[in-house]
């Protein structure tokens, strides 16, 4: 029974599976996290080395750039050299302008990708759109791929805008600017789908994304389309920007999204620091579904932000040094040690909280804060298990986890279970 006080995450909106390349999006499937290379497509090797990455470090379908012949040329390279690396990755081409072209003069291209990205506000223009987004549609029948129908805000269908702009003028105005805008998106997304499968494409090969770039704009617009259709859904907010800024907006956005019920795949669009690491919105993807409870990917380091009580900086190290470790690790502990993901480490900075947090994790330790005794209790299942003493104490914890985890999940007596 839900009341005013029911903040339980809604279940999952019905919606199509659709199969990617093998993995299955939508459904009830569990969410999917995606991310994008920003190499040149056409650079074998820099886009092998950026897929690989962004697929170790959790990214279960990466979408290329597939933008002139020279990269459409380089796909099914790119797709070989990664099976050669043991990475059987799905690829997800982006089309825009002229997708219906690349597909149409590079079949090896068609047939390596796992799925077609195609965006309605850019698949031609005047009397061209229909027929080339026909020809991309019967492309992806050919060559039995999804497609995603990807609307972006920036990119909008202006034809379908100006003529809900002139139908809603026409009926006295009752909308403001920014609810048309809102309902062109949506409109163009579900208008295309319902082309896409009068052409024939089935809905079980269909995805849809809407994105734009505000916060409210999207979690409106997302909460239309899941109420007007059951096709699965691509969630992303596009240009979230950069660092602290862009992993906000998009927590934001998606999380309440998703605590709705609403998304089966993510892309957290992050601005790299030049130079910067791809790979982090594939962690903060990762981070999000974790941290909601929807995913499990790695064990969980809890740890205080520290305060006056505490003024070395004992156990930030020892936090990150957890935290690299467990990240450094979980290639292999993910085939040696499975269901270590679900793991809670707590590392905490003085006796206030840190026995309480440390016993609720399955390891825990609680160093000393200004002025205690040197000494550091360490909680295992609850228990309080020992009390590390002197200078060692991070290494001596970071061997106990070590241990811990060795016993728990590598077959060995688990600790109370
Ligand atoms: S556990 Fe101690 S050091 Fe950490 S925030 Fe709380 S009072 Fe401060």
């Given at each position: 029974m839900s009341s005013a006080f029911d903040f339980e995450p809604k279940p999952r909106r019905a919606s199509v599976a659709v199969d990617v390349g093998g993995v299955i999006v939508g459904g009830g499937a569990p969410v999917v996290v995606q991310s994008m290379t920003n190499?040149?497509?056409?650079d074998v090797d820099a886009t092998v080395a950026q897929v690989a990455a962004l697929h170790r470090a959790g990214s279960e379908l990466v979408r290329i750039t597939v933008d002139r012949d020279e990269s459409a040329a380089a796909v099914p390279r790119i797709r070989e050299r990664l099976l050669r690396l043991g990475l059987d990755v799905p690829l997800v081409g982006d089309f825009h302008y002229i997708g219906h072209k690349l597909l149409a003069d590079h079949p090896a291209c068609a047939e390596a990708l796992a799925k077609y990205r195609i965006n309605p506000g850019n698949v031609?223009?005047?009397?061209?759109k229909d027929k080339q987004f026909a020809e991309i549609i019967e492309m992806a029948m050919r060559y039995d791929k999804p497609v995603r129908i990807g609307v972006n805000w920036g990119s909008l269908d202006q034809d379908l805008l100006t003529r809900l702009m002139d139908e809603n003028k026409a009926n006295g105005?009752?909308?403001?600017a920014q609810q048309v805008t809102r309902e062109t998106i949506v409109q163009s997304a579900l208008i295309s789908a319902e082309l896409a499968e009068e052409l024939g494409?089935?809905?079980?090969r269909i995805i849809l994304s809407a994105k734009v770039s505000g916060v409210q704009d999207l979690i409106a617009v997302y909460a239309m389309l899941a109420a007007r259709s059951d096709h699965a859904l691509h969630l992303g907010l596009t240009e979230a920007g950069m660092g602290t800024k862009g992993i906000v907006a998009s927590s934001a956005s998606l999380g309440i999204l998703m605590q709705q019920g609403i998304g089966d795949t993510i892309r957290i669009s992050l601005t790299p620091e030049?130079?910067?690491?791809?790979t982090r919105e594939v962690q903060v993807a990762q981070e999000l579904l974790q941290v909601m409870g929807f995913r499990q990917f790695i064990p969980v380091v809890a740890a205080c932000p520290g305060c006056g009580r505490t003024t070395s900086t004992v156990f930030q190290e020892l936090a990150q040094k957890i935290q690299e470790d467990i990240r450094a690790n979980m290639p292999v502990w993910r085939e040696k040690y499975p269901g270590v993901e679900a793991l809670k480490v707590a590392v905490m900075g003085c006796i206030v909280n840190g026995p309480g947090e440390s016993k609720h994790a399955d390891i825990g330790i609680s160093l000393p804060g200004t002025g205690e005794m040197p000494a550091a209790p360490v909680f295992i299942d609850g228990q309080k298990a020992m009390t590390l003493r002197g200078p060692r104490i991070a290494e001596e914890f970071q061997l106990l986890v070590s241990d811990y985890i060795e016993k728990r999940f590598g077959g060995g007596q688990a600790a109370a279970e």
């Open positions: 190499t040149d497509t056409a031609g223009f005047k009397d061209k105005s009752p909308l403001t494409l089935p809905r079980n030049p130079g910067g690491d791809r």
